[in-house]
């Protein structure tokens, strides 16, 4: 069993208030022991982060306090001139274990950002691999950390209203077709649709479907799930998995 956290932001005059104020609805979710938590893409005013320990450093000590994942987004870095979208992963030690490199830049992105070019699985309360936003539009994304070993997908996100419906379908589908349960974190202002989800399955009848969280009016999720049985699943899934022309 591993617990579950997504924060949605809304918007922020600076970084430093916006920091200021996700780190207290951190504070409050690590009194529910929370194991891993997920916020959205490009939450900041300022999303040009080039010292991600500096910037995040009340998010490193609230990890470390607490012995909890800190997924703080995917932001912009550059650095010898060149330009990624990377999601930093604070581990429970407090300290950054890795990054995820956004796979597929998003329209504009592409003229200047360098596309990511693996789907790495980390592990600290259990395994998982993050999906940064239009990522998700590509099934073998998933794919390849569900085959690696991933138990768990966070996606950090950023989508506009008019996109939100067919976020929620590729985040269910993503989910079911690898019977591995997705963290949907999203900004929600007045151009970002929110919609932030936790979308796990369950079994009867043989048949699986979908289940949905959704934030309650802080904007917060938080969601036990087993993953012993999603691991039943996905085994099950994959061994009926075959190659064709």
Not at 77 to 102: D, R, S, V, W
Not at 204 to 229: A, F, H, Q, W, Y
């Amino acid at each position: 069993m591993v617990k579950i956290g997504v924060i949605q932001t809304s918007s922020f005059s600076n970084n430093q208030k916006g920091i200021e104020k996700i780190s207290e609805n951190l504070e409050k979710i690590s009194r529910n022991e929370v194991d891993i938590v997920c916020l959205p893409e490009q939450w900041l005013q300022n999303n040009f982060i080039n010292d991600f320990d500096k910037e995040f450093l009340p998010f490193k000590q609230i990890s470390k306090e607490f012995g909890m994942t800190i997924i703080p987004g995917a932001f912009f870095q550059k650095k010898k001139n060149i330009t990624k979208i990377l999601a930093p992963i604070i581990g429970p030690n407090g300290e950054i274990i890795g990054h995820q490199a956004k796979i597929h830049p998003y329209d504009y992105e592409n003229i200047t950002v360098k596309p990511g070019k693996e789907a790495s699985v980390f592990k600290t309360a259990c395994k998982f691999g993050i999906i940064v936003c239009y990522d998700m539009v590509f099934p073998n994304v998933a794919q390849t950390m569900a085959k690696k070993g991933a138990q768990l997908l966070l996606s950090p996100s950023r989508i506009v209203k008019a996109g939100i419906e067919p976020w929620k379908m590729y985040v269910q589908v993503r989910a079911l077709e690898n019977r591995i349960p997705i963290v949907g974190a999203n900004v929600q202002d007045k151009k970002f649709g929110g919609n932030s989800m936790i979308v796990s399955m369950k079994e009867k009848n043989k048949i699986v479907r979908t289940t949905l969280s959704i934030p309650d009016r802080n904007g917060i999720i938080i969601k036990n799930i087993d993953l012993k049985e999603l691991d039943r699943l996905r085994k099950k899934r994959f061994s009926d998995f075959k190659r064709f022309s």
